[in-house]
């Protein structure tokens, strides 16, 4: 069965500092991997996204994130945090079929002090 | 483009009584996903259609709960009768027919079961 660990609640970050929220999955074959952002009461928007070919995959607002199949992980990071980078962050996993469901993480706050 | 819309954005009612949720998608897009978000975790899938047709319905409370496309456009989920346990964030989601082809969300329809 597909799944997905955020293993921390919340990550709290100077401003200016590098941030990393961390994700592993757990899937039988080849995963398609998604990074989500939410702010307060808003849907879900789209970060980024791994597919095939290079393991560092860059996305919106500077955030990249790194494929590692040996560790099964797809952590989120960003060299230089921003205030505004505050709100709650969901990884997400899919396998290769139009009718697999997407399975997203229990989310991971992350708080950027000024 | 427009995005996907949603409405009611909240609505509070009484357990037992009914609601109806209404999403209405990104043009063209075949896919699309009604989700669950309990406070404080990731969006858990209700039902996913493809076109009209329902691919994935497994993890809809049948017994109370009830959606469809129809015209494999604009959609509705229903609740009925609504419990406490009911009270999340219902989120619509649409994306094209490829696994690998990103989801986008609306902005959800927060629900209080009292």
């Known amino acids: 069965a597909q799944s997905v660990a955020q293993p921390e609640d919340q990550v709290n970050v100077a401003e200016g500092n590098p941030l990393t929220v961390k994700c592993t999955y757990s899937v039988s074959g080849n995963p398609y991997l998604f990074w989500y952002v939410q702010y307060p009461n808003r849907g879900l928007q789209f970060l980024l996204k791994?597919?095939?070919?290079?393991?560092l995959v860059k996305g919106s607002y500077g955030f990249e994130a790194e494929f590692n199949k040996s560790q099964t992980s797809f952590h989120l990071k960003k060299p230089s945090a921003l205030v505004s980078d505050s709100a709650l962050y969901f990884c997400a996993v899919r396998v290769h079929s139009s009718a697999s469901k997407i399975i997203f993480g229990s989310g991971t706050r992350l708080s950027i002090r000024p | 483009e427009a995005g996907v819309a949603q409405s009611p954005r909240y609505k509070i009612i009484e357990k037992r009584q009914s609601v109806a949720f209404w999403c209405n998608p990104i043009?063209?897009?075949?896919?699309l996903y009604w989700y669950q978000q309990i406070l404080g975790q990731g969006p858990k899938l209700l039902i996913q259609?493809?076109?009209?047709?329902?691919?994935?319905d497994s993890q809809l409370p049948k017994d109370r709960f009830s959606a469809e496309r129809l015209k494999g456009v604009d959609s509705t989920l229903k609740i009925q009768p609504a419990k406490l346990e009911d009270s999340a964030v219902y989120l619509c989601?649409?994306?094209?027919?490829?696994?690998?082809?990103?989801?986008?969300f609306g902005p959800g329809t927060r629900l209080t079961v009292l």
């Open positions: 989601a649409s994306g094209r027919l490829a696994a690998a082809d990103t989801q986008y």
């Open positions: 043009s063209g897009h075949a896919t």
């Open positions: 791994y597919i095939t070919g290079d393991n």
């Open positions: 259609f493809q076109n009209n047709g329902v691919v994935d």
